[in-house]
Each structure stands twice: as C-alpha cells, then as structure tokens.
C-alpha cells in the first residue's frame, strides 16, 4: 500500500527572491514569503570554513546570484566559466540568520537586564537599612 505524503504536514522550501551584498560579508536577502529582507552575517563562515575560504576576496563575494531555482546563493567561478566556486542553500541560510536575529536580540535582553540589574544593586546601596 502506497500513501500519499501530506503536503500540509511537509514544511514548504524556501526560495529567494532578491540577493544583495552588504559590506563585511554579510548579503541582505528577500525571500518568496512577504517580510522585511533578511541580513545573513557570513563572515564566520568565510574566515573559520574551507568550502568558502576563496570568498574572503570582496570582489570575488559581491559576485553572489541566486541560482537557477531560487534555492541557493551561488558564486561563480571567474576562471571556469560555467563552474562554481561554492554555494549556500536557502534553507541553510535561513536558519544562520534567524540564529543571528535572535541570537543578537537575547544578547540585547542580557545587556538591558545586567543594566537594569546594576542600577538596582546601586539604589539599594544608597538607601539607609
């Protein structure tokens, strides 16, 4: 007996709609769903892995294109016309900028809660027991 996958349980692919670069390596992309564009930090990934070690060359990074199904950012090879130098998939993009976002925003929350922690060890400092 065959059945049938469940295209509602099945999470759908993300493809790309719009690619730009952005100084330091990061690459501000648009995706098919509506939403703000999102910006993807590779510089991690380009100084610290072998596969995009070649993408240090700014010139070579800001070749960045979506590839032919909207399901990657490809950087073409200058000297094989044709080939590729690498490639990242949509769907592993997206989940090293949603680490970002909110790995950023719980730093933002760590920073305001020590703060506001600061000030209140201050202020009972100062109060008369």
Same mark, same amino acid.
């Given at each position: 007996?065959? @059945?049938?996958?469940?295209?509602?349980?099945?999470?759908?692919?993300?493809?790309?709609?719009? @690619?730009?670069?952005? *100084?330091?390596?990061?690459?501000? @992309? +648009?995706?098919?769903?509506?939403?703000?564009?999102?910006?993807?930090?590779?510089?991690?990934?380009? &100084?610290?892995?072998?596969?995009?070690?070649?993408?240090?060359?700014?010139? %070579?990074?800001?070749?960045?294109?979506?590839?032919?199904?909207?399901?990657?950012?490809?950087?073409?090879?200058?000297?094989? *016309?044709? +080939?590729?130098? &690498?490639?990242?998939?949509?769907?592993? %993009?997206?989940?090293?900028?949603?680490? +970002?976002?909110?790995?950023?925003?719980?730093?933002?929350?760590?920073?305001?809660? +020590?703060?506001?922690?600061?000030? %209140?060890?201050?202020?009972?400092?100062?109060? *008369?027991?």
């Amino acid at each position: 007996m065959t @059945v049938a996958p469940d295209d509602a349980a099945a999470p759908a692919l993300r493809k790309i709609r719009s @690619v730009r670069v952005r *100084p330091r390596y990061r690459l501000e @992309v +648009q995706w098919d769903e509506n939403g703000p564009p999102m910006i993807i930090d590779m510089e991690e990934l380009i &100084t610290e892995g072998a596969a995009f070690a070649p993408l240090r060359d700014a010139d %070579l990074f800001a070749t960045a294109r979506i590839g032919e199904r909207h399901r990657t950012i490809e950087w073409p090879d200058p000297i094989h *016309p044709g +080939q590729l130098i &690498t490639d990242c998939c949509a769907d592993a %993009l997206y989940i090293r900028g949603e680490r +970002q976002r909110y790995g950023s925003f719980l730093q933002r929350l760590m920073r305001e809660f +020590q703060s506001m922690r600061r000030r %209140l060890v201050h202020s009972t400092e100062r109060e *008369p027991v």
